[in-house]
């Protein structure tokens, strides 16, 4: 699980680049995307109640026509700052806009980082003017850069598939490493594709791709107040949206795309050294098989039982036991990798020994059979580290 | 915030001791109270799907009649060990109430500690035989030691009031330290009260207690498979149920007994450095209030800043707009201690030092005004710190 060396520029027609501009003290700090030729953007925002003044713009910009460029800064969130901080959103899409010779609503704002700190807006200011200069840069791995807070890594997945008769393709770029949830559109993540889609339908594939990639992947339970995902189709080639076999191929690719992604912010997770991958199976409904592998992958005490290479199945049967969803105990039987710990609700000898290897790999893979039903999902989360407590201690 | 000298066994009539019987290595590990003469127990218990066979006997007993006598064993939940797991509970109620002249089903079984792992049921029968060669002990301190598992201290609180023309008197004694979630029966935790007070009455009583002092309490989250917690009145000085006067001086005094008990268990979280109290005021409803009560203490992001003495007030709103509730940003005003550090919607000029003054100590206060209601709710929580990593990455 490396992040890809294409990026969203390697799109015909996805123009990106990245630069430092004097937010963050030396790191890149300020990216645009520009898709001039766009036929269609979907967007999914942040369920937090308070949110980042970009996020109500961008959320104005999605209903009023085809958003054709974005411009981002990392290391402040322009959050909670009141009127200052919504002007600040408007200035920096104008100011795009007019560079680039569109309309206000055309451009997407975004703003990670710390809340509560107001935006030096003249090095944004100045760096829009610097970055802009040549607006069709193909360096979505300075965008890529730029884009990222207290992460370790770039985040770029891209792959392609042969839909109908043509090579489909779609690339993307995250950020994110704490303040991590599910249930939830988190992070900032961007896509672009070559593909040619309606903008209603596009946000109906978004909306189902993210609903089980981001929205099913957890660091630590917390929900940025700028959570954005965006995602262009550059019209290139046709997907007929009306031939269920070609529009399920696209759906795919694009839930395979997200899964990667948020995949991507979860093993990058702060303070994390593995990413924990939880199924559930034999549910009910996909709603409790949700709720319970949200449960497991949130748990403190599972984290750090994992991150001490504990096998203490106790912990997991407790964390399944935790939501208010359909569970019989006696049924239940859970695993770690290939390993059974505990079957049809009953302890079982284990080798000791061997599960803490497994234990010791990246990524852990956890099971639950609950052969109560038919349905199935799958969680990602990271294991919870002292590092974890000491980044958050002293964020500034 | 100190836990009481004074115990359970100052209630007359109240009978309890503590010893060490070999499930731990060398602390206290059982206890029995006996309440020979108890005219009502009313019981809380936990809402994880899965639970210990106690759990399960205790829920039983409780609806067959008054439960007179509660055998506990620390350092083993006996949870998740099938059959024999239910057998060793039924043998413990079994010889506690032939030593003590009781039906199987008038004594209450608790099993706390590790899950998963087999009892060692001849320490337990022979320490059962052992510990109730007199019944009638007044050892309350030494059952207030052999509850713990990881605690560090002992958790004891005694609360008396003139109600009508008799001094009621609430002792009660609780544990806990990990494991600790909101919206449930956290914990263990035994109550005892010189009041007359019938069946039905009292276990009202305790629910709306429990409702505001354990289930608004978080330390982590998880939530334990064997959270009991019990309470008997022993009916020596009656309460009349029907004067609104005496009845709410005796709810209130519960609820103060059980909140200092609560208070007693987050204050002791595992790896804690100090409590945090969040209070919600000018909700909508109570429950949207205690919502986002229970989202700010939960927050890793708000727990790890008030360890390392920020004043991250970013941190907060992102917390505070996490849950499903209404809440209106532009109308919020936030406070740690009585410094204000958001108003209105807006960021505040503060004195950064002397917030660092007020977050150095302990109890932090956190208040938010919503300013869109009159409904208000309090939760307590505690910091996450290395500590707590440290502890349960290396639990056996």
């Known amino acids: 699980m490396n992040t890809s060396k294409k ?19 030396d790191k890149k700090d300020l990216a645009y995307i520009y898709v001039p030729d766009a036929v269609s953007c979907a967007g999914v925002f942040t369920q937090n109640k308070v949110v980042a003044p970009s996020v109500v713009h961008d959320r104005k ?22 009127k200052s901080g919504a002007d600040n959103t408007k200035k920096m899409a104008q100011q795009t ?33 610097s970055i802009l200069a040549d607006p069709k840069q193909k360096d979505g791995q300075g965008a890529a850069e730029a884009i990222l807070t207290t992460d370790l890594c770039t985040k770029q997945v891209y792959k392609e598939a042969k839909i109908g008769k043509k ?4 690339a993307g770029m995250t950020k994110g490493s704490g303040m991590i949830a599910p249930n939830m559109a988190t992070t900032l993540g961007y896509l672009a594709t070559n593909a040619n889609i309606p903008q209603q339908q596009l946000q109906d594939a978004l909306n189902a791709a993210i609903d089980m990639s981001y929205n099913m992947s957890s660091v630590d339970t917390d929900t940025s107040t700028s959570d954005t995902v965006l995602c262009w189709a550059t019209g290139q080639h046709n997907v007929n949206v009306r031939n269920k076999t070609e529009w399920e191929a696209f759906q795919t690719l694009l839930n395979e795309v997200c899964i990667e992604m948020a995949k991507l912010v979860v093993r990058d997770g702060e303070g994390a ?49 935790k939501p208010d969803t359909r569970l019989n105990p006696d049924k239940l039987s859970v695993f770690i990798g290939d390993h059974v710990l505990y079957q049809d609700g009953d302890a079982v000898e284990f080798d000791h020994e061997a599960i803490v290897a497994v234990l010791k790999k990246d990524p852990v893979n956890i099971t639950f059979e609950l052969n109560i039903g038919s349905a199935t999902a799958t969680a990602w989360g990271c294991d919870l580290t002292e590092r974890y407590i000491e980044i958050n201690t002293d964020y500034n």
Chains 1, 2 share one sequence.
Not at 100 to 113: C, P, Y
């Open 7 to 25: 990026s969203i520029t390697d799109i015909e027609g996805v123009f990106a680049s990245g630069i430092h501009c004097g937010v963050k003290s």
């Open 61 to 82: 910009a999605l209903k009023s026509g085809v958003i054709k460029a974005a411009i981002i800064n990392s290391g402040n969130a322009n959050t909670g700052l009141g």
């Open 97 to 129: 806009a007019d560079l680039l010779g569109l309309k206000t609503m055309q451009v997407a704002v975004s703003s990670t980082g710390i809340i509560g700190v107001p935006l030096p807006f003249e090095a944004i200011e100045s760096g829009i003017t």
């Open 167 to 170: 090579i489909i393709q779609i």
């Open 273 to 321: 050294t593995k990413l924990i991958e939880v199924t559930i199976n034999g549910a009910p409904t996909v709603k409790e098989a949700r709720a319970i592998a949200k449960s497991v992958i949130d748990s403190p005490l599972v984290k750090t039982a994992i991150y001490g290479n504990d096998p203490n199945w106790g912990r997991l049967l407790m964390a399944a036991g």
